[in-house]
């Protein structure tokens, strides 16, 4: 059975702060990784990509530790409308992704 | 460019009736297509995928059908909807190891 694991959180953050998700997997033979942003009653949408030797997308940095079979999401300096839910998300195939239950972070002013 | 077309954006249906819901993909040859639930308070649980016309493949037991008439079209159906049906059903698309793009979803309640 593949699985994806997260804390729910929610993490409440100051607005400005640097906060970090994990995330593990179940599969070590999964060769996809990424990241979803979920807003509240909306669609999941690709924040970004997660490659092994490790990605920063502006504020966003995303980190694969394959021995450990973990992800990471790192977030600088962060803003009010970084408030949603952080999918992890992990895959290997045509038969689709597995998807974490989510990260609820709420960016407080 | 793609887009994902997924309609209707809201749904109520008493129990006991059928359900069609469609996806449609617009800008792209030969996606692979997924039906995905999101329960409330719970993740995303993938139904069925299809890697082309006329195939299908359902990971859980359900009460639900899926079938692809046409390269870029992808229904969600049953014939009698129970109470735990209810959630907010999402299309996707991939040709790829790059992510799936999800429709805006239809959320169903069941009453």
């Known amino acids: 059975r593949k699985e994806v694991e997260q804390d729910p959180g929610p993490f409440n953050v100051p607005e400005g702060a640097t906060v970090a998700f994990n995330c593990t997997y179940s599969?070590?033979?999964?060769?996809?990784f990424f990241w979803y942003r979920q807003d509240c009653r909306k669609e999941p949408k690709l924040l970004m990509s997660?490659?092994?030797s490790g990605n920063e997308d502006g504020r966003f940095t995303a980190q694969l530790n394959r021995a450990s079979q973990y992800i990471s999401l790192l977030i600088r300096d962060s803003k009010l409308s970084d408030s949603a839910t952080y999918l992890c998300v992990v895959g290997g195939g045509a038969d689709g992704l597995t998807f974490g239950k989510g990260t609820h972070l709420i960016i407080q002013p | 460019s793609q887009t994902i077309h997924q309609w209707p954006a809201t749904l109520v249906q008493p129990v006991g009736s059928p359900l069609s819901l469609e996806c449609t993909v617009e800008g792209t040859s030969n996606p692979n297509l997924y039906w995905y639930r999101q329960a409330a308070g719970r993740g995303l649980q993938l139904l069925f995928y299809s890697v082309g016309i006329g195939q299908i493949s359902s990971e859980v037991p359900q009460n639900l059908s899926a079938s692809r008439p046409q390269d870029r079209q992808f229904i969600l159906s049953s014939k009698k909807l129970l109470l735990s049906d209810s959630g907010f059903y999402l299309c996707?698309?991939?040709?790829?190891?790059?992510?799936?793009?999800f429709g805006s979803g239809t959320r169903l309640t069941v009453v």
């Open positions: 599969n070590s033979a999964s060769q996809s």
């Open positions: 997660v490659y092994s």
């Open positions: 996707a698309w991939s040709t790829g190891g790059y992510g799936y793009t």
